[in-house]
């Protein structure tokens, strides 16, 4: 859309009038006369007076038009004024490979369920800040809080299984978040953990990684992952057997209630894309937007009209220099 920053000026349009119209001193030549003066001078012929005038008319817009400031505004840009820093933790333990999920028909592994429902998640959290942390024998930040969705979703889907030990460090992962999370400036802190065992590994306790986080106002939300039977083939035939024995949800339970979080079972891709519009809930996206449209200036335009019409003047003159000068001996 195009505007003008400062409209008002062209309202000194017909000041070139005025000042001719009603000149600060009556005495022959003591009037006011600008640069380019808009009068034409008495000796000139009535035509060519006429058409010199219009062409300084012409100059004065082109100046007016480019000292109000024209511009192009785009179209607006909503930029969220305040949103979550928010954590992402996922279990990278060797039994993420267990095969007991379905998605689209096809049967997977925990890990491959977990990258395309959290994939999902993270594209629809526009606005806040988002970090990776990958645990299995220890925590590690594979991505700093930041706003760039598209870094995460390609962190998350770059990780394999194994990558970081096989074990399951649940209190590492929780220590971990609470220190990203304290150099930053205070601001609605969660951390959303995805494991599908119990603490097996690290050095700091899930509990009391759980406590000190909750001093911190961490809330942490806790997914455990794993379908309740699975069918598998023996010597002896097909079995059904409980792929999430090493489950400890009385852990991840005790952990959401400490920090005011909640804990969530995901036994099926359904239940996991249901904990994560859950979880949008819990923790809505900031709608408080602030706007802004992108501006390009396009003043010099105008300018470089003023400065064509002002060649043409000055073109003319020459010309019609000698006309003049016979005139004035007369």
């Known amino acids: 859309m195009l505007t003008l920053s400062w409209p008002w000026l062209l309202a000194l349009l017909p000041l070139p009038w005025f000042i001719k119209k009603f000149p600060l001193s009556q005495s022959q030549g003591g009037y006011l006369q600008l640069p380019g003066a808009l009068a034409s001078s008495k000796q000139q012929q009535h035509s060519q007076q006429q058409s010199t005038r219009k062409r300084y008319w012409l100059m004065w817009l082109f100046l007016l038009l480019a000292v109000a400031r024209p511009q192009w505004l785009g179209d607006p840009i909503e930029l969220p004024s305040k949103g979550r820093d928010l954590m992402l933790a996922v279990d990278l333990s060797g039994s993420m490979q267990i095969e007991d999920m379905v998605l689209n028909g096809k049967t997977v ?18 606005g806040d800040r988002l970090g990776l942390i990958l645990f299995a024998d220890h925590a590690y930040l ?15 889907a770059d990780a394999q299984i194994g990558l970081v030990g096989k074990q399951t460090a649940i209190g590492e992962a929780i220590a971990l978040a609470v220190k990203r999370f304290d150099q930053v400036s205070e601001s609605n802190r969660v951390l959303v953990l995805l494991t599908d065992g119990s603490n097996n590994a690290g050095n700091i306790e899930p509990d009391v990684a759980a406590e000190i986080a909750a001093k911190r106002n961490v809330t942490i939300y806790t997914v455990g992952v794993g379908a309740e039977l699975m069918e598998r083939r023996t010597i ?47 923790e809505p996206v900031s709608r408080d937007n602030l706007s802004y449209r992108p501006k390009s ?3 010099f335009w105008p300018l470089l009209g003023a400065l064509f019409v002002s060649l043409w003047i000055s073109l003319s003159q020459v010309i019609t220099l000698p006309n003049w000068l016979k005139r004035g001996v007369q």
Do not use: H, W
């Not at 592994?109 to 526009?126: A, H, K, M, T, Y």
């Open 109 to 126: 592994d925990r890990f491959s369920l977990i990258q395309n429902v959290l994939g999902e998640f993270i594209e629809r959290r526009n």
């Open 142 to 156: 594979q991505a700093p809080l930041t706003q760039d969705r598209r870094s995460i979703a390609t962190f998350l």
């Open 236 to 282: 002896f035939g097909k079995e059904r057997v409980n792929p999430s024995m090493d489950l400890d949800e009385a852990q991840l339970q005790r952990l959401a209630d400490m920090t005011n979080g909640f804990y969530f079972r995901a036994k099926n891709s359904e239940d996991l894309a249901q904990i994560y519009q859950k979880i949008d809930q819990l």
């Open 297 to 299: 200036e396009l003043f």
